[in-house]
């Protein structure tokens, strides 16, 4: 099933204004940005957004102007009471309390404190927070249902001044928050990534793009504040819908370990486990204790066929008990299809992967026709194009 997703192309890192930038060049109308964080009670500040260019690509540079100083040192907690009791939309309300989590950990890491105790400084301030939450209304207009981004672009090894003092670059927090996520270096000495920016990347993104096919259908470009001679100063946000090319499918797995029974009765019990509901069922041979030789029997199946399949263990083993586990899988989306052979007509099975597309018949179909014209079963694969 199609999602609406949006992309996240860090060519010159990512920051709170970059994003807003970008999500306003790909169609939030920056009326509609204004009038819903009015509902966030904060005021003092106005959007000014102008055009600007970077290695001739135009971008929208997004500022939010503090009409007086904000010297306030926000705790965490403030900030929540701040957001949870503002008018706006749930969903919006939960992507910028969880921005501001993630945020919240890594400083409470850094700092070496519990997470409600940490005060913001510059993430606290009023520009901060507008960036973070305009970031989730900006998303929640364009109906974005995942995030995905490039590998996060930051600079190399420079120092910058903060609320705290001299700090290196990439900054502590930035460097925390993008624990376990892919990063790329740059020979940029200055700060391409922000906190602000990381945290909204690693909150919000399920990852990195791989095999999925993708449709854009709108782009945006976030400028940044400084100009660089090595690469253009933006964030590109591409807004689009995504096909996956294989089916996220949790199952259960169902296993039981047996040293003493009949070795004749086991592919009776495969057959019932598929008929309880297995959607597969293998045997491995196993050294057990007492150096005994056993096997373990292994069903896979959905959360809806869980107990009948642990039933038909447990009446047709020997098995005083069985042990499971719910894991996730990926299957690769497969299109089942009738075609006309030399043979009659067949089902088969179509397969992409990596734009390539793989053809199989059914092994059913294939046994039929062998045992109807008293051929070998791989002269029928042969003959219906299957490689050996």
């Known amino acids: 099933m199609s999602e609406k997703i949006a992309y996240f192309d ?21 009326n509609y940005l204004q009038d819903e964080l009015t509902r966030l009670p904060v005021t003092g500040y106005e959007l000014e957004t102008k055009h600007v260019q970077h290695s001739g690509i135009t971008a929208v540079k997004l500022e939010v102007v503090v009409s007086a100083k904000d010297t306030q040192h926000r705790h965490y907690t403030d900030i929540k009471k701040l957001i949870g009791t503002s008018t706006l939309s749930q969903r919006v309300k939960e992507s910028a309390l969880s921005i501001f989590h993630t945020l919240a950990k890594a400083e409470a890491k850094i700092h070496d404190t519990p997470v409600e105790n940490i005060h ?5 301030a009023i520009d901060s927070i507008v960036d973070i939450v305009g970031a989730a209304i900006g998303l929640d207009y364009l109906g974005v249902q995942s995030v995905y981004s490039s590998p996060v672009k930051v600079g190399a090894a420079s120092t910058i001044k903060s609320a705290h003092g001299v700090i290196p670059t990439p900054a502590p927090a930035t460097m925390e928050i993008l624990r376990g996520y892919p990063v790329v270096f740059t020979d940029v000495s200055d700060e391409l990534t922000t906190p602000t920016g990381a945290a909204i990347i690693k909150t919000l993104s399920r990852g990195i793009l791989s095999i999925e ?21 933006v964030l590109r946000i591409a807004i689009g819908t995504i096909e996956p090319l294989y089916a996220g499918v949790e199952i259960t797995i169902i296993e039981a370990n047996v040293d003493d029974m009949n070795p004749e009765l086991y592919p009776y019990i495969i057959d019932k486990l598929f008929s309880s509901g297995a959607r597969d069922a293998f045997l491995t041979p196993v050294i057990m204790k007492k150096g005994r030789p056993g096997i373990i029997i292994t069903a896979l199946c959905t959360l809806n066929n869980q107990d009948a399949v642990i039933n038909t263990l447990l009446a047709e083993t020997t098995t005083l008990g069985v042990r499971y586990r719910r894991m996730n899988r990926k299957i690769l989306k497969r299109d089942e299809k009738t075609v006309d052979t030399e043979f009659g007509k067949v089902r088969m099975k179509t397969v992409e992967v990596d734009g390539r597309t793989y053809t199989k018949p059914e092994f059913e179909d294939c046994k039929r026709i062998a045992e109807q014209h008293n051929i070998p079963l791989i002269e029928v694969y042969r003959r219906l194009g299957v490689k050996s």
């Open 10 to 30: 860090t060519i010159a890192g990512i920051s709170g204004d970059m994003t807003l930038g970008a999500l306003v060049d790909a169609g939030v109308p920056l």
């Open 213 to 233: 096919s993708v449709t854009f259908d709108t782009i945006g470009y976030g400028s940044g504040t400084k100009t660089f001679n090595s690469l253009p100063n």
């Open 120 to 124: 913001f400084h510059e993430v606290g």
